[in-house]
């Protein structure tokens, strides 16, 4: 089959689409021919190996070559000990090497008929990663007002619907472009970063998610109510990742404001939730383009570039 794959850390320049061998059906997972997949931060993490902990033992050279998470595709073959899938189904899934033609997993949903396989493809890291900021580690409760900062990117498009579909208010901040599809996707209020600081409003949040970055503990806390919460994803690509986060976290102590890091995890019932959100129209993905995968390095190129408006999704 074909495959996205690399033999060394490093940029878009390492990758080559190769041919490698199709994976076995084991008896526990399905075996599925991918139809799109989509790129997330931690693809840019795996293929840089930054920060240095993604590698673990494989510091000098990737164990792993191929690449990607997220996809959608349909059942091709059933291990003995899977239930409730069968050839023909159509699925949602997360399972590394996703860039590629054949997955084989366990982690899979059922696709609703009415999305598309690109639509599908964008949901499980970046979905997840708003869902489980929001409603895990946010506790966010219906009426509850909600600052998403980073509002245009993969988890930002979706945490502003997923707020939505949990019951917040929802105050999301972008740039000038993206502020008309941020009240598109649902958002109460649009903040343009570029001509206001958000955090010097008179605006509080019970809850601020925060995706972009660019704002000190400080800062946050006076926008935050007496009982709100800071949710902080990921370190936004910096190498700074660590400090970053443990100088939030230790800011965060002397208050009654708690911040809080997160590792997103691949749960099925998030995923079906997600799906469920899908089905009925409440979640709408955004994608900024659509590459083949003969192109797909050039769409990690793009997506390392930043600035991209939803999710980029590679077909196969």
Not at 129 to 151: C, F, I, K, S
Not at 268 to 295: C, K, N, V
Request: overall charge positive.
């Amino acid at each position: 089959m074909k495959a996205l794959a690399r033999h060394r850390y490093g940029g878009p320049e390492v990758l080559r689409v190769e041919e490698v061998e199709r994976p076995a059906l084991e008896a526990d997972r399905a075996l599925v021919r991918v139809r799109a997949a989509s790129l997330n931060k931690v693809d840019l993490h795996t293929l840089h190996g930054r920060p240095l902990p993604t590698r673990g033992r494989a510091l000098l050279r990737p164990r792993d070559r191929l690449l990607g998470t997220d996809f959608a595709g349909v059942v091709e073959a059933v291990g003995a000990e899977l239930a409730g899938f069968a050839p023909g189904d159509e699925v949602i899934g997360a399972r590394s090497g996703a860039l590629a033609e054949y997955v084989c997993t366990k982690t899979i949903v059922r696709k609703p008929a009415g999305a598309s396989f690109e639509e599908a493809a964008t949901l499980p890291v970046a979905g997840l990663t708003a869902l489980q900021g929001l409603r895990d580690h946010g506790r966010l409760r219906p009426g509850e007002r909600v600052l998403v900062n980073g509002g245009s990117g993969g988890v930002g498009t979706l945490a502003i619907q997923i707020a939505k579909a949990l019951g917040g208010h929802v105050t999301a901040v972008c740039s000038t472009r993206n502020l008309e599809q941020a009240r598109q996707l649902g958002a109460d209020e649009a903040v343009d970063y570029t001509r206001e600081d958000v955090t010097r409003g008179g605006a509080r949040f019970d809850l601020i998610l925060d995706v972009a970055g660019g704002h000190s503990w400080r800062s946050l806390r006076r926008i935050l109510s007496p009982h709100g919460r800071l949710v902080v994803v990921g370190a936004h690509g910096s190498r700074f990742l660590l400090p970053h986060i443990a100088a939030l976290w230790l800011a965060s102590r002397a208050g009654r404001r708690p911040a809080a890091f997160f590792i997103t995890k691949l749960r099925l019932p998030d995923l079906e939730f997600l799906a469920e959100l899908l089905a009925d129209g409440r979640l709408t993905p955004r994608i900024d383009r659509t590459y083949e995968l003969a192109d797909a390095a050039e769409a990690m190129r793009a997506f390392a570039e930043g600035h991209v408006r939803g999710k980029l999704v590679v077909t196969i």
